[in-house]
């Protein structure tokens, strides 16, 4: 079975300091993994996915996320966190056949001035 | 709370065939989205619904995909006729004050 795991439904970081949003996945085959955002009252957006070959991928806004087969992760990072990053952010999988997609529940992010 | 429920699960239809995708929402939210999912585009957001009235339809892709609300606790979206470029998974989800979406299991659609 898969499943996702977003460890931390809240974090707070100072303006400028390094944003780290954890993501665990369960799957019995090779993952697509994606990360999205949304911000308020609007739908979710794409923030980068990672399908095959590079395990480290970047993405809009500075963000970027590795992908660690051996820790089962895709934790999304941004270097130095901006008011404007403030919002939801929802870790995905899917299997290699895009069939189903399994979402996290999310994690909101504060960016405190 | 049973979550966002969505029905079918599965849908196969042939081209040209009329198809409807439900949701119910989560009792007390007051937002619902519609996304679809294919791996070519991933998420796209068709079309959400603020108390029941739609805000933005921007992304539906056609005049053949139409949404309803009728009211609080139901939303059909309907495509008429199907194609087969329309196959993938239709999402539905639900929020209060648009935030922290709750997504249902999808619709995997497939139009042959």
């Known amino acids: 079975a898969q499943s996702v795991t977003q460890l931390g439904s809240h974090v707070s970081v100072s303006e400028g300091a390094l944003v780290l949003l954890r993501c665990n996945y369960s799957?019995?085959?090779?993952?697509?993994l994606f990360w999205y955002v949304q911000y308020p009252n609007q739908g979710l957006q794409l923030l980068l996915k990672y399908t095959t070959g590079a395990t480290l991928v970047k993405g809009i806004n500075g963000f970027e996320a590795e992908f660690k087969k051996s820790e089962t992760s895709f934790h999304l990072t941004k270097p130095s966190a901006h008011m404007s990053d403030a919002a939801e952010y929802f870790c995905a999988v899917s299997l290699n056949t895009g069939n189903q997609f399994y979402f996290g529940t999310g994690t909101s992010l504060t960016v405190i001035p | 709370d049973a979550g966002v429920i969505q029905s079918p699960r599965h849908e196969v239809t042939e081209m040209g065939q009329e198809v409807t995708l439900r949701c119910k929402p989560i009792?007390?939210?007051?937002?619902l989205f519609w996304y679809r999912q294919t791996m070519m585009r991933g998420l796209e957001l068709l079309i959400y619904?603020?108390?029941?009235?739609?805000?933005?339809d921007s992304g539906m892709p056609e005049d053949r995909f139409s949404a309803k609300m009728p009211n609080a606790s139901f939303s059909t979206l309907k495509i008429q006729p199907s194609e087969p470029r329309d196959s993938a998974v239709y999402f539905c989800?639900?929020?209060?004050?648009?935030?922290?979406?709750?997504f249902g299991q999808g619709t995997r659609l497939t139009v042959v």
């Open positions: 799957s019995s085959v090779p993952p697509y």
């Open positions: 989800a639900s929020s209060l004050l648009g935030y922290r979406a709750f």
């Open positions: 009792s007390g939210h007051d937002y």
């Open positions: 619904f603020n108390n029941n009235v739609p805000i933005d």
